[in-house]
Nanobody, 115 residues
Framework: QVHLVESGGGLVQPGGSLRLSCTAS????????MGWYRQAPGKQRELVAS???????NYRDSVKGRFTISRDNAKNTVYLQMNSLKPEDTAVYYC?????????WGQGTQITDSS
């Protein structure tokens, strides 16, 4: 059974930085496309960034130049480095793994504007 565990969320001031981690177990991590999604209160879940098994990367426009997604297959972990955070980045951030039509989600980690 695939299990994804996110960590690294918390309170952050505008302009601050955080790094999220998502560690997978129960799967061959290297074959999965990994993604970070977020959901703000009252809004739909949206893709923030994704990285394929071949390390092709995609970002939503609003985070380009501020967020960086990366993966370490040896550690079964995907990261999201978030810099220059804005109040509108406040949301629950979810990790997603997809391969061969199978989709798995983590439980989410909260990013909150502390201002």
């Amino acid at each position: 059974q695939v299990h994804l565990v996110e960590s690294g969320g918390g309170l952050v001031q505008p302009g601050g930085s955080l790094r999220l981690s998502c560690t997978a177990s129960g799967c061959i991590f290297s074959i999965y496309t990994m993604g970070w999604y977020r959901q703000a209160p009252g809004k739909q879940r949206e893709l923030v960034a994704s990285i394929t098994s071949g390390s092709s990367i995609n970002y939503r426009d609003s985070v380009k130049g501020r967020f960086t997604i990366s993966r370490d297959n040896a550690k079964n972990t995907v990261y999201l480095q978030m810099n220059s955070l804005k109040p509108e980045d406040t949301a629950v951030y979810y990790c997603r793994a997809i391969a061969s039509g199978y989709i798995h989600w983590g439980q989410g980690t909260q990013i909150t504007d502390s201002s």
